[in-house]
């Protein structure tokens, strides 16, 4: 189903513009722009990290790639705090790499689990530890998930192509279709 793009509700546009306080791979002057409020214990979310890596490939330098924790925590008891490690391998410069490790091991997110992940990518997982449970990390993960309530995130993932919620499905035709925007 394709909407009318001068008819979005305010409830389907991203709350909080991007900026540099977020994660992002690809050129900051990219012309297209895909966020995803995410929680790296949801399989679903698991599943469209897979197709959100064969976009990357696919546009290229035409794309700028954010990520935003969505920790749905009643649901994923795991996911706040793998975000948290996320945000903790992310002070060590390492973010993108703890991200994709977390989607690649779903099944264990424990916290010795997060630990022995730093380790494997090479970061000072007892900084992580440390941090973790000192909840270092804690504001970070809350104000994105903020942001995805203000934006109408409800569930995840959840995605918005330049601004605006998508609700398509998360295979890579109906993404590039999106991208190509509304036939004429």
Request: net charge negative; aromatic share 10%.
């Amino acid at each position: 189903m394709k909407r009318d793009i001068n008819n979005i509700t305010e409830q389907e546009r991203l709350a909080l513009p991007v900026s540099k306080r977020d994660h992002i791979q690809g050129p900051a002057n990219a012309a297209l722009t895909l966020v995803e409020y995410g929680d790296y214990e949801c399989p679903f979310c698991g599943q469209a990290a897979v197709v959100v890596k064969a976009v990357e490939r696919s546009l290229g330098p035409q794309l700028r790639f954010v990520f935003r924790h969505f920790p749905l925590v009643n649901a994923h008891p795991h996911a706040e705090h793998a975000a948290e490690a996320a945000e903790a391998a992310a002070a060590q410069g390492r973010f993108w790499e703890m991200h994709d490790f977390l989607y690649e091991n779903q099944n264990a997110l424990e916290d010795e689990d997060l630990v022995q992940y730093a380790d494997a990518l090479g970061l000072d997982s007892q900084r992580l530890a440390a941090e973790l449970e000192g909840e270092a990390h804690v504001k970070r993960v809350r104000e994105d998930f903020l942001s995805g309530v203000r934006s109408g995130v409800n569930g995840t993932p959840t995605f918005f192509i330049n601004e605006r919620r998508y609700d398509g499905a998360w295979d890579l035709e109906s993404f590039l279709s999106a991208f190509a925007g509304p036939s004429p």
